[in-house]
């Protein structure tokens, strides 16, 4: 097959965790046959550098001409003072919501090597594999108004979570989809006690779960979720929910992975081509040192073969590469205990690519 892929790089070590993916994605079409061809844009704090802008109007070209987009990350301290329009984050919700991704994957599954790095016990987290699947283009961070203003004589504010029922739907319907071909449990989350939106999105969520009678629908209450995620994680499987609760869920699930250089993510639309980012930032205190864990962001171009190439035995390919590593005892920083001995970037990339080489010669 031959596959356009659109590559954002970014800020900080984005640059160089997309580097190391583009090496593997090599890797993967040499052994499988296929041609990806890359095509770079700037999104975030550089695109405002180059282009005063963090989202120009041909990165966004570029990317719906696309079959993929891989992304690295955005933003810096260099930024951090501009108003809202103007920060590199601003370029990441754009291109979001310019390619209509809403819906946020984020699979959280441990690697049994690393189970000491976490902070939680090792029994609590091993053997943990589950999904969050968040809202990404409505909800509080979307809704309008969203504005300072004056009430009354003093200063106000007021930021909005509003959704309509078809943007409800889709992502629950998303959602029940995944828990099909999974462990056939959803865990829909929300704030139905306190919360109209909560409300109208739990009778949503029964009314789907109707048309998928092998899966399992489970309500519960966002503060719950947020302990049980880290008390009894292995009890879930697809959790979905809207966007600022799965904000904050999916960064607090990371933990259950020893590291946020450890987790992919996919967001998925219906019609545009998907988004393959790591969850964690851009990293700056380790910026251009060489020391990125490139595997969050060699797992999200992973799902990029599977979600939007339907490449199952690359994704595979990839994911098992992943773990050889891991199990071979290979280290980035973030990873490393005390004493172990630890692999830049490029050293990390290297052990991928002779995984994925070992595992070919042996098929
Ligand atoms: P961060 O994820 O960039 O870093 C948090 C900590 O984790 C740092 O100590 C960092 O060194 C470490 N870390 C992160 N990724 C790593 C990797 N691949 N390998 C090794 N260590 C890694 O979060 P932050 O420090 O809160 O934010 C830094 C910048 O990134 C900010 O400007 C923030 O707005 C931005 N950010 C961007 C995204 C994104 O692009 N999707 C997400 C979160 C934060």
């Known amino acids: 097959m031959e596959k356009k892929i659109t590559v954002l790089p970014g800020d900080g ?42 989202l120009p109007d041909k990165t966004v070209e570029t990317c719906r001409e696309s079959d993929g987009v891989l992304l690295g990350a955005v933003g810096g301290p260099k930024w951090d003072e501009n108003p809202g329009h103007l920060r590199p984050e601003a370029g990441l919700l754009g291109i979001r ?3 209509e991704l809403f819906a946020n994957l984020r699979p959280v599954a441990g690697h049994e090597s690393l189970n000491t790095s976490s902070s939680l016990k090792e029994e609590v987290i091993n053997g943990v594999d589950l999904m969050i699947v968040r809202e990404l283009t409505g909800g509080l961070y979307f809704g309008e108004p969203k ?6 004589g003093e ?43 909560s ?17 399992t629908l489970e309500h519960m209450l966002v503060d719950n979720a947020a302990m049980q995620l880290i008390r009894d994680p292995k009890q879930f499987d697809v959790v979905v ?25 996919a967001s998925i639309g219906s019609d545009s081509p998907g988004l393959y980012e790591p969850v964690h930032g851009s990293a700056p205190d380790i910026a251009g040192e060489g020391k990125a864990n490139p595997l ?48 830049s970037t490029d050293e990390m990339t290297a052990e991928v690519v002779k995984a994925l080489q070992t595992a070919a010669a042996k098929s």
């Open 97 to 99: 919501k310019q390619l």
């Open 296 to 343: 969050a962001t060699i797992a999200s171009a992973g799902m990029m073969l599977k979600y939007s190439f339907g490449m199952i035995a690359e994704a595979t390919a990839i994911d098992e590469a992943i773990q050889q590593v891991l199990s071979n005892g290979f280290r980035t920083g973030d990873i490393a205990k005390p004493g172990e001995k630890i692999l």
């Open 199 to 215: 409300r109208l999105w739990r009778e949503i969520a029964d009314e789907v779960s109707e048309d998928y009678p092998d899966v």
């Open 147 to 152: 504005e300072r203003r004056e009430e009354g």
């Open 241 to 265: 929910t809207e966007n600022m609760f799965g904000d904050i869920l999916s960064d607090e699930a990371s933990v259950l992975t020893g590291s946020l250089g450890m987790l992919p993510s």
């Open 13 to 54: 070590i984005g640059p160089e965790v997309v580097e190391a993916t583009t090496n593997i994605l090599d890797e993967v079409a040499e052994q499988f046959g296929h041609t990806f061809t890359y095509e770079y844009a700037d999104i975030g704090g550089i695109a405002l550098d180059r282009e005063g802008v963090p």
């Open 155 to 197: 200063e106000a504010v007021v930021d909005t979570l509003s959704y309509k029922r078809s943007e409800i739907e889709r992502i629950v319907r998303r959602a029940f989809d995944l828990a099909k071909v999974r462990k056939k449990h959803v865990t829909s989350v929300d704030k139905a006690n306190v919360l109209e939106s």
